[in-house]
């Protein structure tokens, strides 16, 4: 495939040669890529090519949860987004937590569309021997708190897991809430209602902003105390992005200082953290209970400018879909989690277009960042020899999120109604994973494609 005209997200107007599953040649457009026998060709012009996202961040919800999401729903979601690499996380049924677990969601996941890797989770009832001889992307994320699946595990546990990993040189992805801070007195009351402003917000009053600050601190000590390399997931407050950036002792993702030096301790946030705020609460009702949960107006803003300003290492999902009869379920028993896979390029992409965040910004925290943190080194990037994972996108073109017009199973979406830069082809290393024509709307998906980047 060659794909001409294209502008990347440095603003260089190139030709892009796509052969055997890899980048082959980037030209500058004025030096011309000539067309070969029989090999299609992409008019970009106009539009912008960039890399396709990596998701550190999914859950996939196979086994046990086919009903809200499975490897082909999820991963068609993903392509449609412009996502070409997924990480699912272990709170499935069977929880990830021995090789047996890992061997089961391995098969499923050959269903894929997209790229993936599978990480390992902590219980009591682990097992690392068995575990560790997997091929893991990652180790958690470990739970710090309960959260769907109930895998949240005391501190001298976490202590002994981080061990392990950093012994290995497995990576440390941290769900960090301290449920000791949790405010019970927040849940008091009659907590049925699915939409009532009333009660919405009681979610985020519970489990205190305070909650992720201590528990993130935490994890950083324990890490620096392990030399273990420690990943902060969805982070929700300007506070624990701080306690990381402090720890790292540098601007955005580092690389280690020598082969031996543990790696630095890096962040992400969720789309859903960036772009809706407790104010949201009575819109959203019990849909918007997730974990961490939603915060002040005044944090989510604090949150932003930290993306934008370079804090945070990574945007990822928790792409963490439930049905809509579970969220209808009154606010004490409705499950914790929302969809966001194929949202999460769109929504940033907007941001671009209306002048909020740059494009080279957006292209660091969803691909170059999270293919760096976690070594893969032939993703996250468009340069020859790199794995051709590719977005094709027209900035001037957003459209209203609608979730009647999204792939995933579950058939809703929090960011129902905003605005989002959605892509016109996906590319999973070469093969076309999904396209839409811009002017029809017609789309179509391509073949399950994908691989388990550790295998690789």
């Given at each position: ?95 990830t937590v021995d090789g047996d677990a890992f061997d089961a969601k391995a098969e499923l996941a ?340 994908g691989r388990n980047v550790r295998r690789s």
């Amino acid at each position: 495939m060659l794909i001409t005209g294209a502008e990347l997200a440095d603003g260089r107007v190139r030709d892009v040669r796509v052969r055997d599953g890899t980048v082959e040649a980037v030209e500058p457009a004025n030096a011309r890529l000539d067309p070969e026998a029989g090999e299609r060709v992409v008019d970009a012009r106009g539009r912008h090519l960039l890399p396709g996202a990596v998701d550190v961040h999914v859950h996939f919800r196979e086994p046990g949860g086919s009903h809200k999401e499975t490897w082909t729903s999820g991963s068609r979601s993903a392509a449609a987004g412009g996502v070409t690499t997924v990480v699912d996380q272990p709170n499935t049924s069977p929880p990830t937590v021995d090789g047996d677990a890992f061997d089961a969601k391995a098969e499923l996941a050959a269903e894929s569309l997209v790229d993936y890797g599978i990480n390992g989770g902590v219980t009591g009832a682990w097992d690392p021997e068995s575990l560790f001889e997997r091929p893991l992307f990652a180790l958690g994320e470990v739970f710090l708190a309960d959260s769907t699946g109930d895998m949240g595990i005391a501190l001298d546990l976490f202590e002994e897991a981080i061990a392990e990993a950093a012994a290995r040189d497995v990576p440390v992805t941290v769900h960090a809430e301290d449920e000791t801070l949790f405010d019970e007195r927040a849940l008091d009351g009659d907590l049925g209602g699915v939409g009532t402003a009333a009660n919405a917000d009681a979610w985020s009053a519970y489990r205190t902003a305070e909650a992720e600050v201590a528990a993130v601190e935490r994890a950083l000590g324990a890490a620096a105390e392990s030399d273990a390399q420690v990943h902060i997931a969805h982070t929700s407050t300007p506070e624990g992005i701080d306690a990381v950036a402090e720890a790292r002792g540098g601007d955005g993702a580092g690389e280690r200082e020598s082969a031996d030096a543990a790696a630095p301790p890096t962040c992400e946030v969720t789309p859903h953290h960036l772009f809706l705020s407790r104010e949201n609460a009575g819109r959203l009702g019990t849909f918007g209970r997730m974990n961490p949960p939603l915060r002040s107006e005044e944090r989510r803003a604090r949150v932003f400018e930290r993306l934008r300003d370079g804090d945070v290492d990574v945007v990822a999902t928790d792409h963490a879909p439930h049905t809509v009869a579970e969220k209808r379920q009154g606010l004490a028993d409705a499950p914790s989690g929302v969809p966001g896979v194929e949202t999460l390029y769109p929504l940033l992409l907007e941001s671009v277009r209306k002048g909020d965040l740059g494009l080279e910004r957006v292209r660091d925290v969803v691909a170059a960042n999270p293919a760096s943190i976690f070594g893969l080194g032939a993703k996250g990037r468009i340069a020859e020899g790199a794995d051709a994972d590719l977005a094709l996108v027209d900035l001037t073109e957003p459209r209203e999120i609608e979730a009647g017009a999204l792939h995933g199973a579950c058939g809703w979406t929090p960011f129902e109604g905003l605005q989002g830069v959605f892509p016109e082809l996906t590319l999973v290393r070469g093969e076309i994973v999904y396209e839409r024509d811009p002017t029809t709307g017609a789309e179509s998906f391509g073949e399950p494609v994908g691989r388990n980047v550790r295998r690789s």
